[in-house]
């Protein structure tokens, strides 16, 4: 019990921190997971139908999460590892 005291005030300086890369990593793998599944789309209701405007606008948007998935995990990457600490 005294370990996880112990712990829990060594962390607190880190909560905003925490929470912030954890919310950027979630939408990151969000959108990274979307992308499977509008291939399927794009196969299953565009290709398979002909319907050349449904694989255009999916495509599109499949590039829009890309670019969007990209931005999420640099803006990770550049949260400060030391916290309240950093210069």
Same mark, same amino acid.
């Given at each position: 019990? !005294?370990? %996880?005291? +112990? %712990?829990?005030?060594? %962390?607190? &300086?880190?909560? @905003?921190? *925490?929470?912030?890369? %954890?919310?950027? $990593? +979630?939408?990151? $793998?969000?959108?990274?997971? =979307?992308?499977? !599944?509008? /291939?399927? !789309? $794009?196969?299953?209701?565009? +290709? =398979?139908?002909?319907?050349?405007?449904?694989?255009?606008?999916?495509? /599109?948007? =499949? $590039?829009? @999460?890309?670019?969007? *998935?990209?931005?999420?995990?640099?803006? *990770?990457?550049?949260? &400060?590892?030391?916290?309240?600490?950093?210069?």
């Amino acid at each position: 019990k !005294r370990l %996880l005291q +112990v %712990l829990w005030e060594t %962390l607190q &300086p880190y909560k @905003l921190i *925490s929470a912030i890369t %954890l919310v950027l $990593i +979630v939408a990151q $793998i969000g959108a990274d997971l =979307m992308i499977p !599944r509008l /291939i399927q !789309r $794009i196969v299953d209701q565009g +290709v =398979m139908a002909g319907d050349l405007s449904l694989v255009l606008q999916t495509s /599109i948007l =499949m $590039i829009g @999460l890309s670019l969007l *998935s990209a931005a999420l995990a640099v803006a *990770s990457a550049a949260v &400060p590892a030391d916290g309240p600490h950093s210069a």
